[in-house]
């Protein structure tokens, strides 16, 4: 820095007595030929000195508060456990005490978590877990921070509060609000039931109902429609001293769509809490099944194994056939024509070539597993969409290989690992090809080596659709999934969305909106939206909107395209009917579509159920703090406000630090100094044009 400093001097030096010494018409006065010189200079100087580019380093020191977090119980339970307005103002006062010492931050929780929130105590879920987890968010750069949480202690959703903040490591300090005296109280628990059923079926409701401080209680339960007409007679239950009752209904739907019903329990003369004595649920009831038509070449253990994954759904209904018995179809075409869709297993063969269904088979959506008794060459000429060209008699061990481009339907993570880990599937030694536009959901693995062969592909949305799964065996699968879950879950729900896929060989309409029909309070509603042009071609980048509305609110959105479909995130919607709609534009071109949305209240919090002040209790002992109890008045405990207090600002461990911070500066990037140069230039200019030297 120096030596550039020397150099600056010199050269300006040097080139300021040049010009103002050696200039022999020069009829300046000395005075301003001094003067000039040293703008002269000053300028030269400051060229020179910007051309080393020089940084100036800077040193700042700041004292620095440790956090302190107030997270609040925002969950309409806490409007029974504490008077909402004394709360407040508590709180208020407690920041004005820590104010000096910390530098605090506010958190809103519930079934979700905000910062610097307002005293709203409408959620309808507690979850610790997202208020911990926006703390380590917020603290990820200070590691002297203390919590105070405020709440009755009732959590119903999330992670568990003492796991979820195991990875916070800060001092946590409770403060109990509440009641925590249990009066005698019948309750409706758990309903289980269907989300879907059929019209002329009845479904199954299993309900449980539990009692508190109430062993010899005898309650009516009753159901009837969201309109109030009774459905079933009433069941009168009797405890006898036991927790719980069950009871289990098989209701038959009368209309079809989106059906809601109400269940009702008498209260007790002297209950206390009465919000839970009611709770909706609602089913989805639909016209028709899907009928699925599996078509085999002769007896097999994969035909089996689809048709109980099919059985353990109501929506399908299945028939196997073998190809055999298919006169009875040629006398009968229109009993071809009544199924959604038809799996060929080891058809076409040489044995059953399928001339004569061909025409009927062309207008149908088709799964085909292939087998050892599959023509290639037959197969080959029924446009499934894969072409298979044999090197020999050879068939390989392929392993299942995920193929991450897939985005026909979702895949979660949990499934797509044990989809991998299934037995590998026979397929034939073969050269592979496939139509373009279509999909892979699986590639072949050959000794652990992925390769680019298929070995579950789906063909692209036309007039028909298919699916080829080049391999036989799958009934090695579902024992695999029942050895490894104890339940064959995960390879039914791959066998239904491939299924579903299938089913709907052409777009329902060029805006396809997929929003479920039941949704709760306490989740998230994401929506998705598919988007085709009026060639049913898929389009990915076009403006699309959502609106929701309800009889006393309306709620609008934007869809946000993500790879070749649209998203959007709505947020946790209040208990009520809606009626959504949504339209996109395409060029010329406006498409809508609309349906309806029912969001219910799984009633997990009520403003009369008791505190749990245990759980703030192991919370501050486990995590070096202390709990208080603050009750529900100004009365109750008056000095656990003033000890919480002195509690925190007595912590030794929680001290404001200095730290320092070292920033380099550029002079180039400062304005000022071209400012100072043009200014020197100028004045130089003018002055010697002003007296005739120029």
Known sequence: MLLSILISCTVAALYAMLLYTRNKRDELAKGWRLVLAGLRFGFVFFICLLFFFPLVKIKRERIEKPRCFLVIDQSSSMRGAADTALLERNIRELSEKLSPKFELKTVGMAQDAVLNPGFSFNGTATDYSRAFNLIQQQNADNDLAAVVLFSDGNNNSGQEPVSAYRSLALPLYTVGLGDTNLYPDIFIGQVLTNLYAYKGNRFPVHIRIGQHRAPHAVAKLSLRTADGMQVLKDTVLSFNGQKEQSVAWNIEPQDSGLCRYVLMLDPLPDEYDRQNNRRTFAVRVLENRLKILLLAHAPHPDLSCLRQSLQTQEKYQTEVVLAKDLADFLKNPARLEAYDLVVLHGLPSNRYPLHEFKPLLEKKNLFYLLSASTSWQLLNGMDAGITVQPRGERWNEAQAHFNPGFSLFNVSAQDQTLWEKFPPLQTPFALFSSLPGGQSLFTQSILQVPTADPLLWISPPGNQRTAVCCGTQLWKW????????????????????????????????????????????????????????????????????????????????????????????????????????????????????????????????????????????????????????????????????????????????????????????????????LMVLLAFLGFEYFARKRFGNL
């Not at 479909?565 to 209040?574: C, I, K, Q, R, S």
């Open 478 to 673: 579902r024992l695999a999934n029942f050895q490894e879950k104890d339940n064959t879950e995960s390879f039914d729900l791959l066998i239904d969305k491939c299924l579903q896929l299938l089913c709907q060989a052409k777009p329902e309409s060029n805006l396809n909106v997929h929003c479920p029909a039941t949704w709760r309070t306490t989740e998230r509603l994401t929506v998705k939206a598919y988007l085709y042009n009026a060639s049913f071609e898929k389009v990915e980048n076009a403006p699309v909107h959502f609106t929701l509305n309800r009889k006393d609110a309306e709620y609008a959105f934007d869809f946000v395209p993500e790879n070749d479909h649209y998203t959007l995130d709505a947020g946790f919607l209040p208990e009520g009917e809606y009626r959504y709609s949504a339209q996109a534009t395409v060029g010329d071109e406006t498409y809508h579509t609309q349906g309806y949305l029912s969001v219910s209240d799984p009633q997990l919090e009520n403003p009369r159920q008791p505190a749990d002040h245990a759980l703030l209790r192991n919370l501050a002992l486990t995590y070096q703090g202390e709990f208080f109890q603050a009750g529900k008045t100004a009365q109750e405990n008056a000095t656990a406000w003033k000890d919480l207090a002195q509690a925190l600002l007595q912590r030794q461990d929680l001290k404001p630090q200095i730290r320092t911070e070292e920033t380099y500066l550029s002079p180039l990037n400062r304005t000022w100094i």
